[in-house]
């Protein structure tokens, strides 16, 4: 996850990922970059947040701090999802595209460990039928990263166990 990389140069190259496979990428991009198009207008804009394999971009998301009223401390709000027209034209495989979306979930979850320190996640999927990919964290385990883990719709909110520090002896 990093937040380096500009609008205009994600867009520029799903610009040539969807020309590769023939779609006009004027009419592909009307809907789903709007928000990102109107959060970057007045140049970079710091909350978005890409999952990139160093090369290649594959999802973005508007990645924001914030607190609120049901959380006692700050959540990490992650909306917007976009991937890459590869994704949607069938290009990439549903494996492919899930394997993308838990990736970017996982990097999420990693920034509110690190950079943008938060005991909560919301994450909001592309739809709600995304949501079976991530069914199994539901189940909170010894294991598991998570102390609550709900999915409601399109929605994922998690919280995060705190982190045990190892004592000094």
């Known amino acids: 996850m ?9 867009k520029a190259q ?12 004027s009419t592909f991009s009307n809907g789903s970059y709007a928000a990102f ?5 007045d140049g970079d804009n710091p909350t978005l947040y890409c999952l ?7 999802a973005a998301c508007q990645v924001s701090r914030l607190m609120m009223s049901k ?12 991937v ?24 999420i979850v990693w920034l509110s460990r690190d950079t943008l320190s938060a005991g909560h996640v919301r994450f909001f999927l592309k739809s709600p039928g995304d949501a079976q990919f991530f069914a199994a964290l539901q189940v909170v385990t010894e294991l598991s990263p998570f102390s609550a883990f709900a999915i409601d ?7 995060l166990k705190e982190l045990e520090v190892p004592e000094m002896a």
């Open 52 to 58: 990139s394999d160093g090369e290649k971009i594959h």
């Open 84 to 107: 890459s027209p590869l994704y949607e034209l069938g290009v990439a495989t549903a494996g492919q595209y899930a394997q993308t979306m838990v990736a970017l979930f996982s990097g």
């Open 153 to 159: 719709g399109a929605l994922i909110e998690c919280s």
């Open 71 to 82: 959380f006692p401390t700050p959540i990490l709000r992650a909306r917007f999802v976009v």
């Open 14 to 25: 799903w610009k040539k990922d969807a020309e590769s496979v023939g779609e006009d990428f």
């Open 37 to 41: 198009d109107a959060l970057t207008k």
């Open 2 to 10: 990093s937040s380096d990389k500009s609008w205009r140069s994600i």
